[in-house]
């Protein structure tokens, strides 16, 4: 199977369906689909020899197949995101398991986990902690808030005012929390998956552009096929209880060290200047386009290249190759760009417009 990706002008091929458990991982879905990694030829000379953090993340997905049916993509998005310490935003309608997928990886890596329901009437230090007085010491301590964990669910974000969404932009960039002037830092790792729904705009409040710009991901949690549906119908029958995940079957498969391991590996592969180049010529492009307002930051091509590289390594290559960077672009960049309003209201997407400029930028050879 070639690595050359297919012309925009060319029908892209729709998804696989699920695979066997023995697949380590899905390609991730973009405007230039990876080939598959189960089907493709062995990466050969340029592979990398430093396998076992690789194969512990691997089994993440197995794992989380246990509990979870048809989400094998947003799985992948997920460990790339841990790997670049980044954070993701899933949009998804209600009942497509967004909460189970991260209650069940924090349980297959041992990690801690928290969530949060976001509402209006939620204050930031319901999130972050606060100053409580203590009567015996009469002294003032400090109460840990739920943002003290490995992986937290910020469910339904966009219902909380801008406040109260704010007061996760310093846990977000900076992994701490400031309280009273003191500053105390969070775990590590540390990772924010929030969660929005994608068609309920009643009683939301939009998340600013600040704050999208610091989600490395953005993840579509789509309705699942056919027959998953019904697969997950059948377990609920045969009396699986979500809320009991030792009881279906999950266990931890890999720990935080693995993923520190995975880190430093990942470090390693290479990214050639021309890649630099062609990530930033992307970026360029989005701010170039007459239908949009704000194109992608610095920040955004910084975010490709680091999740491309990541992609690269899960694939067990040593270098970073173009075909990373349009496979990943749909999901690190299209969230960070601003369309105007007459184009919205022509019907244009900012996933139309991500295809125009990967398109028109020219592809290193």
């Known amino acids: 199977m070639s690595d050359t990706a297919p012309r925009p002008d060319q029908p892209q091929p729709?998804?696989?369906?699920?695979?066997?458990?023995?697949?380590?991982?899905?390609?991730?879905?973009?405007?230039?689909?990876?080939?598959?990694?189960?089907?493709?030829?062995?990466p050969g000379p340029g592979a990398s020899d430093s396998s076992t953090a690789r194969d512990a993340l691997g089994r993440i997905r197995v794992e989380i197949g246990k509990a979870v049916v048809g989400q094998d993509r947003?799985?992948?998005?997920?460990?790339?995101?841990?790997?670049?310490?980044?954070?993701?935003?899933?949009?998804?309608?209600?009942?497509?398991?967004?909460?189970?997928?991260?209650?069940?990886?924090?349980?297959?890596?041992?990690?801690?986990?928290?969530?949060?329901?976001?509402?209006?009437?939620?204050?930031?230090?319901?999130?972050?902690?606060?100053?409580?007085?203590?009567?015996?010491?009469?002294?003032?301590?400090?109460?840990?808030?739920?943002?003290?964990?490995?992986?937290l669910l910020a469910d339904e974000i966009n219902r909380t005012p801008p406040k109260t969404q704010s007061s996760l932009l310093e846990a977000m960039e900076e992994r701490q929390v400031t309280v009273?002037?003191?500053?105390?830092?969070?775990?590590?790792?540390?990772?924010?998956?929030?969660?929005?729904?994608?068609?309920?705009?009643?009683?939301?409040?939009?998340?600013?552009?600040?704050q999208l710009d610091r989600f490395m991901l953005k993840l579509p949690i789509g309705l699942p096929e056919r027959s998953d549906e019904a697969f997950v119908l059948r377990r609920h029958a045969d009396g699986f209880n979500p809320r009991d995940l030792a009881g279906a079957g999950v266990s931890q498969v890999a720990t935080a060290w693995d993923l520190e391991a995975g880190r430093r590996d990942m470090a390693t592969v290479d990214v050639s200047e021309d890649i630099i180049n062609y990530v930033v010529d992307i970026a360029r492009a989005t701010r170039q386009m007459p239908s949009v307002s704000l194109g992608v930051s610095p920040r955004g091509a910084t975010a490709l290249?680091?999740?491309?590289?990541?992609?690269?390594?899960?694939?067990?290559?040593?270098?970073?190759?173009?075909?990373?960077?349009?496979?990943?672009?749909?999901?690190?960049?299209?969230?960070?760009?601003?369309?105007?309003?007459?184009?919205?209201?022509?019907?244009?997407?900012?996933?139309?417009?991500?295809?125009?400029?990967?398109?028109?930028v020219s592809v290193p050879r």
């Open 14 to 42: 729709a998804p696989a369906a699920a695979p066997s458990d023995a697949r380590p991982f899905l390609p991730v879905p973009g405007h230039y689909p990876d080939p598959d990694p189960a089907s493709a030829p062995s």
């Open 74 to 151: 947003a799985v992948t998005g997920l460990v790339i995101a841990l790997l670049c310490k980044g954070h993701v935003l899933l949009e998804g309608v209600p009942g497509v398991a967004k909460t189970l997928l991260v209650r069940t990886m924090a349980t297959t890596l041992g990690l801690d986990f928290s969530r949060v329901q976001f509402t209006p009437d939620l204050m930031p230090g319901d999130v972050t902690g606060s100053l409580v007085y203590d009567a015996r010491t009469a002294a003032f301590s400090f109460r840990q808030g739920p943002v003290f964990t490995n992986l």
């Open 305 to 360: 290249v680091a999740t491309a590289r990541a992609w690269a390594w899960m694939r067990g290559r040593t270098f970073v190759s173009p075909d990373d960077a349009k496979a990943l672009a749909a999901w690190t960049l299209a969230h960070r760009m601003q369309l105007r309003p007459e184009a919205e209201l022509e019907g244009v997407t900012r996933e139309s417009v991500l295809t125009s400029v990967l398109a028109s």
């Open 180 to 210: 009273d002037g003191d500053s105390k830092p969070l775990p590590d790792p540390f990772l924010v998956i929030a969660t929005q729904n994608p068609i309920e705009y009643e009683g939301t409040y939009p998340l600013p552009e600040a």
